[in-house]
T-cell receptor
């Protein structure tokens, strides 16, 4: 069966510090991968999606970036965090022939 | 692009009652409509979905209905239990981009014992 992992689970970082969040998927090949951000009590904002290694599409201009160095690994990064980057970051995967998206457990980021 | 509206934003029911959450979408070309349940501090969980060639789908106490003409779909939960308390999100496929989902703003369901 397929599983999706995210780490760390929680993170507290000062403004201006770098960020690296990791997502890995097991049990499937060539998935579409997605990064979402969820502000407290709000909906899901799509940040990036990827259909293959090295292929990244950005949905919202911001100081975040994403990379996909391996088929089942998706990384969200920032060189300098802003207070507004605080939120709950969710990774999701989808098989290429289906619209069913499955989410990971999320990373709670607090920028202080 | 696709736009999904979800109502109500909060819903309080007594245990055993039914709960209905409604969503409307804007693009008639959307063809897949999932529902997610998100418990506090966790990632959303896919609980049921429906495709545009089906009008209704049921899975035990939950059901989803789709009205393509009116461009709306609904989640029905019968015999609600306290463990049904969570935030529920609807979504629709975005036809302006590659296999993306557009989400509603969520409904916080509270089931009181």
């Amino acid at each position: 069966s397929q599983t999706i992992h995210q780490w760390p689970a929680t993170l507290v970082q000062p403004v201006g510090s770098p960020l690296s969040l990791e997502c890995t998927v097991e049990g499937t090949s060539n998935p579409n991968l997605y990064w979402y951000r969820q502000a407290a009590g709000r909906g899901l904002q799509l940040l990036f999606y990827s259909v293959g290694i090295g292929q990244i599409s950005s949905e919202v201009p911001q100081n975040l970036s994403a990379s996909r160095p391996q088929d089942r690994q998706f990384i969200l990064s920032s060189k300098k965090l802003l207070l507004s980057d605080s939120g709950f970051y969710l990774c999701a995967w989808m098989t290429g022939d289906s619209y069913e998206q499955y989410f990971g457990p999320g990373t709670r980021l607090t920028v202080t | 692009g696709e736009n999904v509206e979800q109502h109500p934003s909060t819903l309080s029911v007594q245990e055993g009652d039914s709960a209905v959450i409604k969503c409307t979408y804007s693009d008639s070309a959307s063809n897949y409509f999932p529902w997610y349940k998100q418990e506090l501090g966790k990632g959303p969980q896919l609980i049921i979905d429906i495709r545009s060639n089906v009008g209704e789908k049921k899975d035990q106490r939950i059901a989803v209905t789709l009205n393509k003409t009116a461009k709306h779909f609904s989640l029905h939960i019968t015999e609600t239990q306290p463990e049904d308390s969570a935030v529920y999100f609807c979504a629709a496929t975005s036809v302006s981009g590659f296999q993306k989902l557009v989400f509603g703003t969520g409904t916080r369901l509270l089931v009181s014992p």
